[in-house]
């Protein structure tokens, strides 16, 4: 099946853990997104690498590390978790980026850290 | 403020009627607007994708507008059916960073 999975699809960790969450597309996308969906269903864009290059990194605590080996694939590392970093984090990849209306969003399941 | 405001925040409708959602956006410069759904414990999936040219696009049972003027969009969903429930997002893009903003949904509950 053509699609962007992630793993772990659950997640749940003590205070102050390290964890990361992979993600895996084969759409051939050359552009890759983590997104955070917090308790109010708010999706906000944490970073964007398009070919293994960092283009968007928001405002998002250093604790958070992302790390694309290759296109198709970009990990979400966590350091010291907090109870504030609980939330859905989806991948995402699309088309290309930098161009308007390319960057068609093909979301992963989703992964729920649960910080206790 | 969020650039990208959604109504009603949820709505429940009998299975086979009609519902229409609608978004505010103040996305500037405004590029297009996407609407997506997300079933429960699943990732968003494109419906629809408008640029400010066109007027309406539909998708199945689902029908989006868009009016650049007064920046509104609604979403048509007809003839409901069960696996209809779920959230749905709308999403502007900006024309000058191609950066996206979301909607914090609206939750639909379509039942028997």
């Known amino acids: 099946d053509t699609a962007v999975s992630q793993t772990p699809k659950y997640l749940v960790t003590q205070m102050g853990n390290d964890k990361s969450i992979k993600c895996e597309q084969n759409l051939g996308h050359d552009t890759m997104y983590w997104y955070k969906q917090d308790s109010k269903k708010f999706l906000k864009i944490m970073f964007s690498?398009?070919?293994?290059?960092?283009?968007i990194n928001e405002t998002v605590p250093n604790r958070f590390s992302p790390k694309s080996p290759d296109k198709a694939h970009l990990n979400l590392h966590i350091n010291s978790l907090e109870l504030g970093d609980s939330a859905v984090y989806f991948c995402?990849?699309?088309?290309?980026?930098?161009?308007?209306?390319?960057?068609?969003?093909?979301f992963g399941a989703g992964s729920r850290l649960t910080v206790l | 403020k969020n650039q990208v405001e959604q109504s009603p925040q949820s709505l429940i409708i009998l299975e086979g009627k009609n519902c229409t959602l609608q978004?505010?956006?103040?996305?500037?410069?405004?590029?297009?607007l996407r609407w997506y759904k997300q079933d429960t414990g699943r990732g968003p999936v494109s419906l629809t994708i408008m640029t400010f040219s066109e007027n309406t696009k539909s998708n199945g049972r689902y029908t989006a507008t868009l009016d650049a003027d007064t920046k509104q969009s609604s979403l048509h969903i007809t003839a409901s059916q069960l696996s209809d429930s779920a959230s749905y997002i709308c999403v502007g893009e900006r024309s000058n960073d191609y950066k996206l903003s979301f909607g914090a949904g609206t939750t639909v509950t379509v039942r028997a």
């Open positions: 995402a990849s699309s088309r290309t980026s930098g161009s308007a209306g390319a960057n068609v969003l093909t």
């Open positions: 690498y398009n070919n293994k290059e960092l283009i």
């Open positions: 978004c505010n956006y103040t996305v500037s410069p405004f590029s297009n």
